[in-house]
């Protein structure tokens, strides 16, 4: 399975201000993916990130709040912008690995915004 | 539209005892996958079944099994002797086939399992 580590592991911020976090995978892949989790709830997708290429995002979730850089194929980060405490939650990158389907998570990045 | 129901919301047990957790879902595909992740307190999401939808056969891994039946569609989860080591939220989840070639997870809600001494 791969190993992928993030980056802060948690952070408390004020409204109005951004957060990046960074995601490192241990091997090179192809694709990454970024979720959130709010408190309580299960995992939604926010977007797919492909090395080279655009981030392709999920229905509801846009480029200017969550833009997401994907520069080699073991690193990625995802800004949360101009943060509100509705965007309080867990977000975790994951990726497959070889011609497996399987996602494996990250740690997580628990994020709190007051 | 692909859909994964996880009815029970939480589960309480006392150690020892044998739980299942289960899983329902929708696909219209005939080639899916069926996977199974446990979230601890800490937080982060642990992998522990991939099952394709050509394979019904159950499975065993120490006290954990998986009974897949497509004929429910549903992939239940039996955690037997339980401990307490192993109270988390258990997610079930379906694959879906996007364009581009990966396959994106749908999450159930997700059952909170609670093993009590």
């Known amino acids: 399975s791969a190993v992928i580590s993030q980056k802060p592991s948690r952070d408390i911020c004020q409204r109005g201000t951004s957060l990046t976090i960074q995601c490192q995978v241990d091997s090179q892949v192809t694709m990454m993916f970024w979720y959130r989790q709010q408190p309580g709830q299960s995992l939604t997708l926010i977007a797919t990130?492909?090395?080279?290429?655009?981030?392709?995002?999920e229905s509801g979730f846009v480029i200017d709040k969550f833009p997401i850089s994907r520069p080699n194929l073991t690193f990625s980060t995802l800004t949360v912008s101009n943060m509100s405490p509705e965007d309080s939650s867990i977000y975790l990158c994951s990726s497959t690995r070889g011609s497996t389907d399987t996602q494996y998570f990250g740690p997580g990045t628990r994020l709190t915004v007051l | 539209a692909q859909k994964v129901t996880q009815a029970q919301t939480e589960i309480s047990v006392v150690e020892k005892e044998d739980v299942t957790l289960d899983c329902v879902y929708e696909?219209?595909?005939?080639?899916?996958?069926l996977f199974w992740y446990k979230q601890p307190p800490s937080g982060e999401l642990v992998f522990l079944i991939r099952?394709?939808?050509?394979?019904?056969q159950n499975e065993i891994s120490g006290r954990y099994s998986w009974n897949f039946q497509k004929s429910t569609s549903s992939f239940n989860f039996t955690i037997t002797a339980s401990q307490v080591v192993d109270s988390a939220v258990y997610f079930c989840a379906l694959s879906e086939a996007k364009s581009g070639g990966y396959n994106k997870l749908i999450f159930g809600a997700g059952t909170r399992l609670a093993v009590h001494p």
């Open positions: 696909t219209r595909d005939t080639t899916y996958y």
């Open positions: 990130a492909n090395q080279g290429s655009e981030a392709t995002y």
């Open positions: 099952r394709n939808s050509f394979d019904e």
